[in-house]
């Protein structure tokens, strides 16, 4: 369908920053909204930030003030700006897509499409 895939991730010290990228691909016919969740060791997945086509933006509170989501949708990109990054940032950061791509028979489908994830880990 509709694959993703995420780039950017590592090792950063506490303060440090990193730029997440995800790249969505296929007969993409929109995408509504493009964003970020993360999973810790022994945690549920949670929504970091998402982005609309139209350029509204959510975030968690944890993250306000310091990750900035951004979009290209001219290339069905996403970026996920982090600053003052903290050991409890430390995550599995999954990129997330939704939106309509042409099928069989030049039918418009909807999709909602995951990365593998990107490991970012926070520590001195």
């Known amino acids: 369908q509709v694959p993703v895939v995420e780039s950017g991730g590592g090792l950063v010290q506490p303060g440090g920053s990193l730029r997440l990228s995800c790249a969505a691909s296929?007969?993409?016919?929109?995408?509504?909204?493009m964003g970020w969740y993360r999973q810790a060791p022994g945690k549920q997945r949670e929504l970091v930030a998402t982005?609309?086509?139209?350029?509204?933006?959510k975030y968690a509170d944890s993250v306000k003030g310091r990750f900035t989501v951004s979009r290209d949708n001219a290339k069905n990109t996403v970026y996920l700006q982090m600053n003052s990054l903290k050991p409890e940032d430390t995550a599995v950061y999954y990129c997330?897509?939704?939106?309509?791509?042409?099928?069989?028979?030049?039918?418009?489908?909807?999709?909602?499409?995951w990365g593998q994830g990107t490991q970012v880990t926070v520590s001195s």
């Open positions: 982005a609309t086509s139209g350029g509204s933006t």
């Open positions: 997330n897509a939704a939106g309509y791509y042409i099928g069989s028979y030049y039918m418009r489908q909807t999709f909602d499409s």
């Open positions: 296929g007969n993409i016919f929109s995408i509504n909204t």
